[in-house]
């Protein structure tokens, strides 16, 4: 399984906003850190401020911040809300036409590694991300120190 780029901005997104230390960084600023697309950049930060994880203002001061504080972003609420195909395999999507998926037992097991993944990354929040040594180590790597 492989996260999309969608939800990997999405994830480096709030970790900026999270270690920006109150600050209100512009989308632009966020892309050239990252040296990602400003266009693409803008699309995960509007799908995030529509689901509420950042707030986004426009004009002279405007800018982004975290819609919710870090310690209330559940990083596998934010992996199912970005992501939209969780199916490991075809028998666990929509529309299985595999001729093994009444006798097999893969899509149990998928179903049982996926629900272990969510396990796991539902016991972090987005201030376990940032926070301790590695918040030092992020502000530097970001040029925000």
Same mark, same amino acid.
């Given at each position: =399984?492989?996260?999309?780029?969608?939800?990997?901005?999405?994830?480096?997104?709030? @970790?900026? !906003? &999270?270690?920006?230390?109150?600050?209100?960084?512009?989308? /632009?600023?966020?892309?050239?850190?990252?040296? @990602?697309?400003?266009?693409?950049? =803008?699309?995960?930060?509007?799908?995030?401020?529509?689901?509420?994880?950042? @707030?986004?203002? /426009?004009?002279?001061?405007?800018?982004? /911040? !975290?819609?919710?504080?870090?310690?209330?972003?559940?990083?596998? =609420?934010?992996?199912?809300? =970005?992501?939209?195909?969780? $199916?490991?395999?075809?028998?666990?999507?929509?529309?299985?036409?595999?001729?093994?998926?009444? &006798?097999? #037992?893969?899509?149990?097991?998928?179903?049982? &590694?996926?629900?272990?993944?969510?396990?796991?990354?539902?016991?972090?929040?987005?201030?376990?991300?940032?926070?301790? /040594? #590695?918040? $030092?180590? *992020? *502000?530097?790597? *970001?040029? *925000?120190?």
């Amino acid at each position: =399984m492989r996260l999309t780029t969608f939800t990997d901005y999405s994830l480096r997104v709030l @970790i900026y !906003l &999270a270690v920006s230390e109150g600050g209100q960084p512009t989308i /632009r600023e966020i892309a050239q850190r990252y040296d @990602i697309s400003r266009n693409h950049l =803008m699309k995960v930060v509007q799908e995030l401020s529509q689901k509420g994880y950042l @707030i986004a203002s /426009r004009g002279k001061h405007g800018g982004l /911040r !975290l819609g919710l504080p870090a310690t209330e972003i559940k990083i596998g =609420m934010l992996v199912r809300d =970005m992501e939209n195909d969780f $199916a490991l395999a075809e028998c666990l999507g929509d529309n299985s036409y595999c001729v093994l998926t009444p &006798a097999c #037992k893969l899509r149990s097991v998928f179903t049982e &590694a996926l629900d272990a993944f969510f396990v796991a990354l539902d016991a972090y929040t987005l201030e376990d991300i940032v926070s301790g /040594r #590695k918040r $030092a180590k *992020l *502000l530097k790597i *970001l040029s *925000l120190a």
